[in-house]
Nanobody, 122 residues
């Protein structure tokens, strides 16, 4: 069993930065593929970024590529999402996710955090 707890959300002006953290419980954290999704009001939950167990392989949604950076610290059981040059359209609830499979689809992901709100004002 893996439990995920996000933190770091908040209100920021356009152009600003935030860093989200996701702390995971469980001794098998280092074997999991980790990632972030986001869901804006009235919209689907969308993939934002993902990272493999070693941290070497990462993946990003086109809309955030070049602005967001995902990383992980297996010693701390934590995954991060550094968000720079934030835009109002980045406003959403951000969810941390984990799964043993690298086929990282929201329909099949086994573990989710409770979400953290990110609001970007114009």
């Amino acid at each position: 069993q893996v439990q995920l707890v996000e933190s770091g959300g908040g209100l920021v002006q356009a152009g600003g930065s935030l860093r989200l953290s996701c702390a995971a419980s469980g001794r098998t954290f280092s074997s999991f593929y980790m990632g972030w999704f986001r869901q804006a009001p009235g919209k689907e939950r969308d993939f934002v970024a993902g990272i493999n167990w070693s941290g070497i392989s990462t993946s990003y949604a086109t809309s955030v590529k070049g602005r967001f950076t995902i990383s992980r610290d297996n010693a701390k059981n934590t995954v991060y999402l550094q968000m720079n040059s934030l835009k109002p359209e980045d406003t959403a609830v951000y969810y941390c996710a984990a799964d043993q499979s690298t086929i990282f689809l929201k329909e099949s992901i086994k573990y989710w955090g409770q979400g953290t709100q990110v609001t970007v004002s114009s």
